[in-house]
């Protein structure tokens, strides 16, 4: 009797554990995994009315996608004092029943919008979002970003190759195909076994057309593709279309789209597609960039007024008050002053919110700067990576420009180097703080959609976050330089010492000019030394970068390691590598110095550098004139050029 009781228990637990495995579906994927919620700032007026017409059109798009084969839905009630027009959309990829999951999760997230008018939650298997106008032909508007995950793959410049190719191909062909949305997949092929695969999808609003459909997914494509350099996964929101690329599956592998008939180059067609056609080409983004841009300000003057981007605007560079940034840096009260830069002074301030902010003001204000400041400031807040600094907003109404900027509670690698933090840093922080700035150029000079050239790289532009990777700041604000300026402070174009030689005697501006300020910024890591320290030359002393190339002469480039760091946490080969990189970075003409990305490829490479620099490509005169002149404070600089050569489309 007990053992045919203990018998059925058994089938019992085993039937159960059977139903529980048929629930879960093959591939768990978290489709639920909120990206963006953001909601509108403006209350309804009359709750009754708004809460009644929020039920209807949530109900009204639930049942539209019950429907099978139905990703796509919106409603509106416009009866009353508080309209309502919300759109909900599923990734084709999702089953009905995952649809209705993840539109379910997304309504009961964007409750907590609460009386707010608008709102929209942006998740991995849906998009919901109701405001109190029609938005459904919005495509791409400011605040669009692209979100990176945080896993690295092991053969990162492989995968990246391919996501690029996989995601450039998806923006072209998605437009074309009936529905705007396709997925695909793409084999990492390495020495001819497939080691992995590649999967992405692209998605628009069914309401927008497929021009606005191209547009926005050129924007996401840029956006997305800072991630690949980075990680493996990573997706780019935006008001009228979505992007995601993952390492591991979040569709079925016969969910797939066919590309091919897509790509097929239309050029005799129409202008459209002439366009889509060389986008694949860097040079054909960047054209495609400026319509967009110019498409954009022009609707943006038509409009009447703010309420032209919906008021759920995802957040973008923010306009923030003169008094409000007064009031967060307390009159920009000298104990709340950061630092002195080229620029202009940098505040720590607390913004209304309750943020901690860093407040540049800048030391530039004529008109002509004035007028490009905004658009200036967009193309920097664009900017996103995880090793250069973000730009959250600026004001340019006050007496003075102010931009807002991430806060570093770390401050400055110089700090760490040469002041109270001085011999704190081990090797592998100070590899990381190498890599990641290596990795930050090379997204200013190659990845970004115009290049960007610092130009003025050193220890106090390089901030350490909490776990001191580095973030590059002041980037980009040589372009607000006006062009007609001739005598500047050196410090505004770069500061001498850590400038390349070819910049400073012939004004001659390419990326490789952040290239050679990259390699004497490693070697003061490397040594602890500051570039310009004067030597004793009776006691023997050289400049660092002079005593760097004689010590790798004779191979003792050991020798140059600064004494705080503990011989026995680095391996002498790293360090060694790392010198010689830095000494390739210094050489000149520029066409022997590396580019940053070829500078990021040989350090994440285990093998040893192939070409060796060579001290046939230095001339040690131009090193003593270029420190030499560091000691003067100001210097002759015609900027014109400087300012066009580096804003070069690609
Ligand atoms: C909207 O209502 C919330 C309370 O639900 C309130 O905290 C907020 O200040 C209101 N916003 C405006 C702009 O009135
Ligand atoms: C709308 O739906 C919410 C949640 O489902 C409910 O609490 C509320 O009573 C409804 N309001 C109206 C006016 O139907
Ligand atoms: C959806 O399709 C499945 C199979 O294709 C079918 O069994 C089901 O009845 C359909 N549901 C609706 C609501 O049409
Ligand atoms: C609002 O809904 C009505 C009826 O469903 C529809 O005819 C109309 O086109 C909708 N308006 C917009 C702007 O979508
Ligand atoms: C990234 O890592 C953090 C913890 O380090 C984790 O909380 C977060 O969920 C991760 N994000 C993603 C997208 O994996
Ligand atoms: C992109 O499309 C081209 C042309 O059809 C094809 O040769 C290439 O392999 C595709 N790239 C990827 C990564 O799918
Ligand atoms: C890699 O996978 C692709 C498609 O999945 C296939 O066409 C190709 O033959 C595979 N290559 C190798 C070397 O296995
Ligand atoms: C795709 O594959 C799944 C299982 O992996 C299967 O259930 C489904 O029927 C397939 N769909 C099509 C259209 O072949």
Redesign the pocket.
């Known amino acids: 009797m007990t053992q045919w009781w203990f018998l059925r228990w058994q089938m019992l637990v085993v039937a159960v554990m059977f139903i529980i495995f048929l629930t879960i579906p093959a591939k768990s994927q978290p489709q639920t995994n909120l990206l963006i919620q953001s909601c509108s ?3 309804a007026t009359n709750l009754q009315n708004f809460y009644g017409n929020l039920n209807t059109t949530f109900g009204d798009v639930r049942r539209q996608l019950t429907n099978n084969n139905t990703y796509f839905a919106t409603a509106n009630s416009t009866r009353n004092t508080d309209p309502v027009y919300v759109l909900a959309q599923c990734r084709n990829y999702m089953s009905t029943r995952d649809c209705l999951g993840c539109i379910d999760y997304a309504s009961s997230s964007i409750r907590s919008c ?3 008018n608008g709102g929209r939650s942006v998740l991995d298997g849906c998009f919901l979002r109701y405001e109190s106008n029609a938005f459904y032909g919005d495509t791409t508007l400011p605040g669009n970003q692209g979100l990176c995950g945080n896993q690295t793959s092991s053969q990162q410049s492989l995968f990246e190759t391919v996501v690029d190719g996989l995601l450039s191909n998806l923006s072209i062909a998605t437009p074309r195909i009936n529905g705007l949305y396709a997925a695909a997949t793409a084999p990492v092929v390495d020495s001819n076994i497939n080691t992995s695969t590649a999967y992405a999808i692209a998605q628009c609003s069914e309401t927008v057309t497929s021009d606005g459909c191209r547009n926005c997914l050129q924007v996401a494509y840029a956006n997305i593709r800072s991630c690949a350099s980075d990680v493996t996964d990573g997706r780019a929101v935006d008001s009228g279309c979505f992007m995601r690329y993952s390492a591991s599956a979040f569709f079925r592998n016969n969910q797939t789209t066919d590309l091919v008939p897509f790509l097929r180059d239309e050029s005799s067609s129409n202008k459209g597609a002439i366009i889509g056609g060389v986008v694949g080409g860097v040079g054909g983004l960047f054209i495609l960039l400026i319509i967009v841009l110019v498409w954009y300000r022009r609707s943006r003057r038509t409009a009447p007024g703010g309420g032209l981007y919906g008021a759920t605007e995802l957040q973008g560079p923010k306009d923030y008050s003169y008094s409000d940034l007064r009031k967060a840096t307390k009159d920009f009260r000298e104990e709340n002053k950061l630092g002195e830069g080229g620029f202009g002074d940098v505040y720590k301030g607390t913004v209304k919110d309750g943020n901690i902010v860093a407040v540049k003001k800048l030391a530039i204000g004529s008109s002509t700067t004035k007028e490009n400041f905004e658009s200036e400031v967009r193309v920097i807040s664009n900017v996103h990576h995880r090793n250069l600094i973000r730009l959250l907003g600026c004001c340019s109404k006050g007496p003075e420009l102010l931009l807002v900027l991430e806060y570093m509670a770390n401050g400055s690698l110089e700090k760490y180097l040469y002041g109270e933090k001085r011999g704190t840093l081990n090797w592998k922080q100070r590899y990381d703080i190498i890599f990641g700035t290596a990795r930050g150029l090379a997204y200013l000079h190659e990845q970004y959609h115009v290049t960007i050239i610092h130009r003025d790289i050193k220890p106090s532009n390089i901030l350490l976050d909490n776990e001191f990777q580095p973030k590059i700041a002041d980037f980009g604000l040589a372009r607000l330089l006006p062009e007609d300026q001739t005598h500047i402070s050196t410090a505004f174009a770069g500061t001498l010492g850590y400038t390349a030689p070819e910049y400073v005697m012939n004004r001659q501006l390419t990326e490789k000019v952040d290239t050679y300020s990259f390699g004497i910024v490693v070697l003061e890591i490397v040594s602890g030394k500051r570039c310009t320290d004067i030597p004793d030359e009776s006691a023997g002393e050289q400049y660092l970068l002079e005593h760097a190339w004689n010590l790798y002469e004779t191979r003792m480039h050991l020798k140059l390691v600064d004494e705080t760091l503990d011989p026995t946490k680095y391996k002498e080969e790293d360090i060694k590598k790392v010198i010689e990189i830095a000494l390739m970075c210094t050489q000149s003409p520029v066409s022997v110095r590396p580019t940053m990305s070829e500078v990021v490829m040989l350090l994440s490479d285990r093998s040893r550098v192939q070409n060796p620099p060579s001290r046939q490509n230095v001339n040690m005169s131009d090193i003593r004139i270029d420190v030499n002149n560091s000691m003067s404070t100001t210097k002759s600089v015609s900027n014109a050029d400087a300012t066009i050569t580096e804003l070069t489309g690609r």
Do not use: T
């Open positions: 700032q403006v209350n609460g009386i707010a």
